[in-house]
């Protein structure tokens, strides 16, 4: 497999002397008005024989991270196994306000910071700069904190064994869930990434946002309660955004013939009433009318066989 871009961006960073490193702990709230997510950090590094040490070691995994794997779009819906995701880094949600605090200027030094709490830490960013003042930014989600918190932490010492409280124990380990080179994010890890800039709340959002305009295509019958359904699910919700951006509610009323054909022929429970889809709980399955129109109902190109696709990509325009 030829080497990706990233490879190349992560080889080329790293060819340059490493100049400065700071590793930026992240804290969140919610504002108690707006109920928006609040971001703060302490940062810290390393010195002498330590920083080395981290450098190469941090290379080396980064190298290893990268090598030989496919990069595709972020999609919202589903992720394809083993590939890197790259996505505008203006498009992830929550993360100008964690650069923000990506500064000493608007962080503290751990030492310095009265109210640190490593149980506390949403996740951790580590940004470094080479010589050329090129900077590359890793993300990554704190998962073992609070697992942490109700474990017995052990320091063995000259024979004895002395209990240290776990709540003054800092563990990370330095994996990264996405690598950010000049306003693009690598997503190596979509589960964690997606925990860290809150997508699910931000889907919700949009969904929420848009319901108006979606209402008003009127071609789903109770489209409050299917609206609701779906804001609830996880999946569904990024399901849901996704029928919004690409604008498929609009799509199924001006195909609604040829749609409820394929409803019928792919076997989906979908209740219709005239013009428009009956949503009710009993009488439809909601993974099967965002299946619809998504356009998850595919033939094999090759055998002709039907087929539910989890995810769905155009690849170009067809001509009988």
Same mark, same amino acid.
């Given at each position: 497999?030829?080497?990706?871009?990233?490879?190349?961006?992560?080889?080329?960073?790293?060819?340059?002397?490493?100049?400065?490193?700071?590793?930026?702990?992240?804290?969140?709230?919610?504002?108690?008005?707006?109920?928006?997510?609040?971001?703060?950090?302490?940062?810290?590094?390393?010195?002498?024989?330590?920083?080395?040490?981290?450098?190469?070691?941090?290379?080396?995994?980064?190298?290893?991270?990268?090598?030989?794997?496919?990069?595709?779009?972020?999609?919202?819906?589903?992720?394809?196994?083993?590939?890197?995701?790259?996505?505008?880094?203006?498009?992830?949600?929550?993360?100008?306000?964690?650069?923000?605090?990506?500064?000493?200027?608007?962080?503290?030094?751990?030492?310095?910071?009265?109210?640190?709490?490593?149980?506390?830490?949403?996740?951790?960013?580590?940004?470094?700069?080479?010589?050329?003042?090129?900077?590359?930014?890793?993300?990554?989600?704190?998962?073992?904190?609070?697992?942490?918190?109700?474990?017995?932490? %052990?320091?063995?010492?000259?024979?004895?064994? +002395?209990?240290?409280?776990? &709540?003054?124990? $800092?563990?990370? @380990? =330095?994996?990264? *869930?996405?690598?950010?080179?000049?306003?693009?994010?690598?997503?190596?890890?979509?589960?964690?990434?997606?925990?860290?800039?809150?997508?699910?709340?931000?889907?919700?959002?949009?969904?929420?946002?848009?319901?108006?305009?979606?209402?008003?295509?009127?071609?789903?019958?109770?489209?409050?309660?299917?609206?609701?359904?779906?804001?609830?699910?996880?999946?569904?919700?990024?399901?849901?955004?996704?029928?919004?951006?690409?604008?498929?509610?609009?799509? %199924?009323?001006?195909?609604?013939?040829?749609? +409820?054909?394929?409803?019928? &022929?792919?076997? $989906?429970?979908? @209740? =219709?009433?005239? *013009?428009?889809?009956?949503?009710?709980?009993?009488?439809?399955?909601?993974?099967?009318?965002?299946?619809?129109?998504?356009?998850?109902?595919?033939?094999?190109?090759?055998?002709?066989?039907?087929?539910?696709?989890?995810?769905?990509?155009?690849?170009?325009?067809?001509?009988?």
């Amino acid at each position: 497999m030829a080497e990706n871009r990233l490879t190349n961006k992560v080889d080329d960073f790293f060819s340059k002397e490493i100049t400065d490193t700071k590793i930026y702990l992240i804290f969140r709230s919610v504002d108690d008005e707006t109920n928006e997510y609040l971001y703060r950090s302490s940062y810290f590094g390393f010195k002498g024989k330590d920083y080395k040490t981290f450098k190469d070691d941090y290379k080396e995994y980064l190298t290893e991270l990268v090598k030989n794997r496919e990069l595709t779009e972020y999609d919202i819906t589903v992720t394809e196994k083993g590939s890197i995701e790259t996505i505008p880094s203006t498009q992830v949600p929550n993360i100008s306000k964690v650069k923000e605090v990506l500064t000493p200027a608007e962080s503290q030094t751990i030492t310095d910071d009265r109210d640190f709490d490593p149980v506390s830490i949403w996740g951790y960013i580590i940004v470094m700069k080479n010589k050329d003042d090129k900077v590359m930014r890793t993300y990554r989600k704190q998962v073992n904190a609070k697992l942490m918190k109700e474990s017995k932490v %052990l320091n063995f010492l000259q024979g004895e064994v +002395k209990i240290i409280k776990s &709540d003054d124990r $800092l563990i990370l @380990d =330095f994996k990264a *869930d996405a690598i950010e080179f000049d306003d693009e994010c690598f997503v190596t890890n979509n589960h964690y990434f997606n925990q860290f800039f809150s997508y699910t709340e931000a889907h919700v959002n949009y969904a929420n946002a848009n319901f108006d305009e979606l209402k008003e295509i009127d071609i789903i019958e109770n489209f409050d309660d299917f609206h609701s359904r779906c804001v609830e699910s996880v999946t569904l919700v990024k399901r849901l955004v996704a029928v919004i951006k690409e604008d498929r509610l609009t799509w %199924l009323k001006d195909n609604f013939s040829k749609a +409820k054909k394929v409803a019928t &022929d792919y076997g $989906l429970k979908i @209740d =219709f009433d005239g *013009d428009k889809i009956n949503y009710t709980n009993k009488n439809c399955n909601i993974s099967d009318v965002i299946t619809l129109i998504r356009g998850g109902c595919v033939t094999d190109a090759v055998d002709m066989e039907r087929y539910i696709a989890s995810s769905v990509r155009k690849v170009g325009s067809t001509t009988n």
